[in-house]
């Protein structure tokens, strides 16, 4: 083997190093293109080494483009595999998308960046976004309504933009406007549920294999977004009265817990108010439970008028309500109950016989940390002056401070 040849070997053996072949397969290569190389620069240039040559040629020709396909084909199963773990191992709304984004950046060669909108009742919502130098959920500019964007999702039909510069479509957006795009929708049952946007630094158009990945995310990611909104939709109900449709008893312990957690760190304290509608009872015997059902479902309506926006409101059970006050110390719970005893006196319900009930609010008061440390003292201390106000002074709210015995820590 002379040294022309040598060099060529040597090439092909770098070449073929970087390339997804397994070492059987890179060796079968070398093999055939030594032996091509040899008949081809033999001295003697007959008809049959001439053939041979020739079928040598066609050979590797074949089998490399074989190889080739092959290479891409496992190279887009692998990308589906990915693809499949990654959208089906969250049901969070919010991690489906940057991961959806996150896969759609390795799909593309010369990828600029990837985001994603989420599309209900006729408008775009953003979801996620990443760029090439890894920043995350950066929106540059907000969708036009005759942009690319809402065309996708208007259309139902992906969109290529080999070059953005003079695009009817980008006219007036203030956005850089270099490079390609591809706007996908995402679809479940013919219905747009939002639209996949993949900008490239380079113009021209994306290639078949690019296509067909980017296609496939998009068929995966709108499972993904379903299937996250069916089980966010899940754990709210979970969480939710029916009746009222107040945070329950669950969604109370939570969001109580984080409470004390969050005045431990500050070191500011929150109230808490336990409430009981009176004369209730009397109405749900003597009416029936539709009538009382009625009645609970506006008695929540008007305290969560009343509330600040700040509070946290929740059905605690039967007729309790419970409300919680951040950054509220006991003086500030007071002149909260003064107000609201205020707004229950405009609390009207009319009874089935025509009736106006008469109807009022007791309640109970404990504030963190002066009457408990913990989540379910405070929440035992609020109840027990709940129970003294309706036994001692219906009509008002009772501090856990000012019970005659000690309520448990």
């Not at 509220?328 to 109950?337: I, K, L, N, S």
């Amino acid at each position: 083997m002379d040294k022309a040849q040598q060099d060529l070997m040597q090439a092909a053996r770098k070449q073929l190093r970087g390339a997804r072949y397994t070492v059987a397969q890179r060796e079968q290569i070398l093999r055939t293109l030594d032996l091509l190389l040899t008949v081809a620069r033999a001295e003697e240039k007959t008809e049959e080494n001439a053939r041979s040559a020739s079928q040598i040629l066609a050979n590797v020709t074949r089998h490399h483009n074989l190889l080739a396909i092959i290479q891409q084909q496992a190279d887009e199963l692998d990308a589906l595999k990915r693809i499949s773990v990654n959208l089906t191992s969250s049901l969070v709304l919010q991690a489906v998308l940057e991961r959806v984004v996150t896969e759609a950046m390795h799909l593309v060669q010369d990828a600029r960046e990837a985001h994603i909108f989420l599309f209900q009742e006729g408008a775009l919502r953003f979801g996620a976004s990443l760029d090439s130098e890894g920043n995350r959920n950066i929106l540059s500019a907000p969708p036009r309504a005759n942009g690319l964007t809402y065309t996708v999702a208007r259309n139902k039909k992906t969109i290529i933009i080999d070059d953005l510069r003079g695009n009817p479509l980008f006219d007036g957006s203030h956005a850089e406007l270099y490079g390609s795009i591809l706007g996908i929708p995402l679809m479940m049952d013919d219905v747009v549920i939002g639209v996949m946007n993949m900008l490239r630094w380079s113009v021209g158009g994306f290639t078949p294999p690019e296509m067909r990945l980017l296609e496939l995310l998009a068929d995966h990611a709108s499972i993904a977004i379903i299937n996250a909104r069916l089980h966010q939709q899940v754990a709210n109900q979970a969480l939710r009265d029916s009746l009222t449709t107040l945070p329950n008893r669950r969604a109370l312990d939570t969001r109580l817990e984080a409470e004390v957690q969050q005045s431990a760190r500050t070191g500011l304290p929150f109230s808490l108010l336990m409430m009981d509608l009176d004369g209730f009872k009397a109405i749900n015997d003597t009416y029936g439970h539709p009538v009382g059902d009625t009645l609970l479902a506006q008695f929540a309506q008007h305290l969560n008028q009343f509330k600040r926006s700040a509070d946290f409101l929740a059905r605690y059970g039967g007729d309790e309500m419970t409300m919680l006050l951040p950054e509220t110390d006991p003086a500030g719970a007071r002149q909260v109950t003064e107000r609201l005893k205020a707004h229950m006196q405009t609390f009207v319900f009319r009874l089935p016989d025509g009736k106006d009930p008469r109807l009022g609010l007791s309640g109970g008061v404990a504030t963190y940390p002066f009457d408990s440390l913990t989540a379910s003292g405070i929440l035992r201390a609020a109840d027990e002056a709940l129970y003294h106000a309706k036994k001692h002074a219906r009509g008002g709210f009772t501090e856990a401070s000012a019970l005659p015995l000690p309520h448990a820590p």
